[in-house]
T-cell receptor, first 115, second 112 residues
Framework: DADVTQTPRNRITKTGKRIMLECSQTKGHDRMYWYRQDPGLGLRLIYYSFDVKDINKGEISDGYSVSRQAQAKFSLSLESAIPNQTALYFC??????????????FGPGTRLTVL | SQKIEQNSEALNIQEGKTATLTCNYTNYSPAYLQWYRQDPGRGPVFLLLIRENEKEKRKERLKVTFDTTLKQSLFHITASQPADSATYLCALDPYNTDKLIFGTGTRLQVFP
């Protein structure tokens, strides 16, 4: 089984709809991240969490919210989706005890299309 | 502005040759730099990390160099194979806060 899983893998939704993307991990890592990837812009950090009680905004948090339900689960919500949120979304994890070098493990991604 | 630059043009090379990809950054003094591989429609996969006090790091056919004076890392794949075709991303933690910034990646195509 994959260490970092994301659901759904693909989603098409309409402008104004609320949508949640879910991430689960079996790696036992404390740190989890949400990124979006757009052609020509690379990976950009949306939110991150260093433990269950810790939530932090990243570079592009506007229009998004997150919930860290447990060490293993980190969800990303779009309260009212808009077309420019169409992108590939990745969840990632890293280990606090990796020696301080933050190697990240990525999920397979969710392709989101907002019409 | 602070940023990481990778050649946005695809690199096309013949099988068996050495591929060299470049990552340049400005205004940072990172403690380390990482390289990832990303296949189409999939998440990035960590390949190598090089620390600021290391000039060179090797792993099998991969070699990474890190020049903190030039603010540049080079990523080499020797004896390249078609299976090496992918996009390669560099990443660094500019403020040592465990948040990575990624380059946009360079697509490598190895043809037989």
């Amino acid at each position: 089984d994959a260490d970092v899983t994301q659901t759904p893998r693909n989603r098409i939704t309409k402008t104004g709809k609320r949508i949640m993307l879910e991430c689960s991990q079996t790696k036992g890592h404390d740190r989890m991240y949400w990124y979006r990837q757009d052609p020509g812009l690379g990976l950009r950090l949306i939110y991150y969490s260093f433990d269950v009680k810790d939530i932090n905004k990243g570079e592009i948090s506007d229009g998004y919210s997150v919930s860290r339900q447990a060490q293993a689960k980190f969800s990303l919500s779009l309260e009212s989706a808009i077309p420019n949120q169409t992108a590939l979304y990745f969840c990632a994890t890293s280990d606090l005890n990796s020696g301080g070098y933050n190697e990240q493990f990525f999920g397979p991604g969710t392709r989101l299309t907002v019409l | 502005s602070q940023k990481i630059e990778q050649n946005s043009e695809a690199l096309n090379i013949q099988e068996g040759k050495t591929a060299t990809l470049t990552c340049n950054y400005t205004n940072y003094s990172p403690a380390y730099l990482q390289w990832y591989r990303q296949d189409p429609g999939r998440g990035p996969v960590f390949l190598l990390l090089i620390r600021e006090n290391e000039k060179e790091k090797r792993k099998e056919r991969l070699k990474v160099t890190f020049d903190t004076t030039l603010k540049q890392s080079l990523f080499h794949i020797t004896a390249s194979q078609p299976a090496d075709s992918a996009t390669y991303l560099c990443a660094l933690d500019p403020y040592n806060t465990d948040k990575l910034i990624f380059g946009t990646g360079t697509r490598l195509q190895v043809f037989p």
